[in-house]
Nanobody
Framework: VQLVESGGGLVQPGGSLRLSCAFS????????MNWYRQAPGKERELVAA????????NYGYSVKGRFTISRDNAKNTVTLQMNVLKPEDTAMYYC?????????????WGQGTQVTVSS
């Protein structure tokens, strides 16, 4: 499995960005997909998650109401729409694919895409 993020960049406070993650491999629809972020000097934190079945979503407290995660199982992609961005959203954003199977945990990470929110 390979994950490739895109869509990061520099945006002013209050602006929007749309991150995408392209999944290469088999059985994308079986994976729960997540977006994490890590700012300098801080721990990696979960931003948003979407389940493999049903597409239920979950968000970190600081992004609720501003970010939306979605997936397209036909295109093997997961998207994070980020609105009303704040300087504290500045971080490296990582796509994660996770599958808990009978034989073990499958856990894959992308290389990350930088998001900088600054005027």
């Amino acid at each position: 499995v390979q994950l490739v993020e895109s869509g990061g960049g520099l945006v002013q406070p209050g602006g929007s960005l749309r991150l995408s993650c392209a999944f290469s491999g088999f059985s994308f629809s079986r994976y729960g997909m997540n977006w994490y972020r890590q700012a300098p000097g801080k721990e990696r934190e979960l931003v948003a998650a979407i389940t493999s079945v049903g597409g239920s979503t979950n968000y970190g407290y600081s992004v609720k109401g501003r970010f939306t995660i979605s997936r397209d199982n036909a295109k093997n992609t997961v998207t994070l729409q980020m609105n009303v961005l704040k300087p504290e959203d500045t971080a490296m954003y990582y796509c994660n694919a996770r599958l808990r199977a009978a034989v073990g945990l499958y856990d894959y990470w992308g290389q990350g895409t930088q998001v900088t929110v600054s005027s």
